[in-house]
T-cell receptor, first 111, second 114 residues
């Protein structure tokens, strides 16, 4: 069945360092991979997404890479800031019908 | 992106009662989705709601427990029926498409059942 694995479950970094979160999906037909940031007490907010026809996408300090052969995609945050602290979820479309979410990564950025 | 609001933002309920959660979108959308997020967990899809048709429920969720209405293209409700403490969760409404269209989420309804 559909499955999205996400690692690590928690990640602590010093302000200014980089953070990388990795996801693996199971459905080879998946063609859209969004990343969401969820702050305490709020709903998930889309921060970046990538489609299967590109290998990398960047938006300021955030980048996402996709390896369709290996069915991996990753979120890269550079020059982390305390306000980046949140829970991050990856997701992938299953059977082009519904989003399946990863288990989440709690990122803590220490000043 | 769509602006989504949910009511109530939070509630504390007694077991055996029911709560109806409202989701309002600022533009007409075809697909609306209801998710559950148990404490410290990921998001699990409850059902997909299309206007003018019955909601489609995911495995493990049934209409008697989570009835959904979708009276028009900007509004939906989810009812959590005959609640138990295990229903304590965040319930999230989202809008968007399938097949690779972006989904946007509301702020969520935080439910505690005593």
């Amino acid at each position: 069945g559909e499955n999205v694995e996400q690692h690590p479950s928690t990640l602590s970094v010093q302000e200014g360092d980089s953070a990388v979160i990795k996801c693996t999906y199971s459905d080879s037909a998946s063609n859209y991979f969004p990343w969401y940031k969820q702050e305490l007490g709020k709903g998930p907010q889309l921060i970046i997404d990538i489609r299967s026809n590109v290998g990398e996408k960047k938006d300021q300090r955030i980048a996402v890479t996709l390896n369709k052969t290996a069915k991996h995609f990753s979120l890269h945050i550079t020059e982390t800031q305390p306000e980046d602290s949140a829970v991050y979820f990856c997701a992938a479309y299953y059977n082009t019908d519904k989003l399946i979410f990863g288990t989440g990564t709690r990122l803590q950025v220490f000043p | 992106s769509a602006v989504i609001s949910q009511k109530p933002s939070r509630d504390i309920c007694q077991r055996g009662t029911s709560l109806t959660i409202q989701c309002q979108v600022d533009s007409q959308v075809t697909m609306m989705f209801w998710y559950r997020q148990q404490p410290g967990q990921s998001l699990t899809l409850i059902a997909t709601a299309n206007q003018g048709s019955e909601a489609t429920y995911e495995s493990g969720f049934v209409i008697d427990k989570f009835p959904i209405s979708r009276p028009n293209l900007t509004f939906s409700t989810l009812t959590v029926s005959n609640m138990s403490p295990e229903d304590s969760s965040i319930y999230l409404c989202s809008v968007g498409g399938t097949g690779g269209e972006t989904q946007y989420f509301g702020p969520g309804t935080r439910l505690l059942v005593l």
